[in-house]
């Protein structure tokens, strides 16, 4: 497997490509437009073709490059049934998703949003912004639920083998890469810590909206295409 771990220093978001080897189709998760160009250019020079971009949830923080990239290879894009409307392919828990001989299974893990889902491929998960390193996504807008998150964490992430390792959309402080043991371990929000424990955590929390929410949320409910600007008469 053909596996590149991405970074957009404005908004700290890792974009994953990840390509079967045998037969040169290729996944980017979670691409930023703003990198759309690095992106299909690593994948060029990898002489992949991108078959599949995956968004694991309509994010707050950037806008997608899933709607450009399908404009430019004719890939399909793959988003969470409650997600945006504009995917080719809407996905539930417990699907499969195939790209080559790769087999990606999907998690549904709500809580940061209502659309939310990690892609689980062999010992590997991607998160988005359920888990991230030593802490997880926040739950306090687009339909956010911080009982519910705790409940993808502890129920559905911390089921997987404790040596999986998992690859968040986010971090803020460099790190990009943990396990599921270390996380159940070392998470301060979860280890140890009730489910009320963690709805107090989160509901305290207080922090200020993503700058780019306004911007992002509409667009990436449209795959990533913003609305013109008003024309001044």
Known sequence: MIFRQLFDAESSTYTYLLGDEATRQAVLIDPVLEQA??????????????????????HADHVTASGLLRERT????????DGAACANVHVRHGDELRVGQLV????????????????????????????????NGRTDFQNGNAGQLHDSITRVLFSLPDETLVYPTHDYQGRTVTSISEEKRHNPRVAGKSREEFIH???????PKPQKMDI???????????APSPQRG
Do not use: W
């Open 37 to 58: 160009d690095r992106d299909l250019q690593l994948v060029s020079e990898l002489d992949l073709t991108l078959t599949h971009v995956l968004d694991t949830h309509v």
């Open 104 to 135: 990606f299974q999907v998690l549904a893990t709500p809580g940061h949003t209502d659309d939310s889902v990690s892609y689980l491929l062999g010992d590997r998960v991607f998160t988005g912004d359920a888990l991230l390193v030593r802490g």
């Open 216 to 226: 992002a949320v509409p667009a990436n409910r449209a795959c990533g295409h913003t």
């Open 201 to 207: 955590i989160m509901e305290s929390l207080h922090l």
């Open 74 to 81: 004719g890939c399909k894009v793959v988003g969470g049934v």
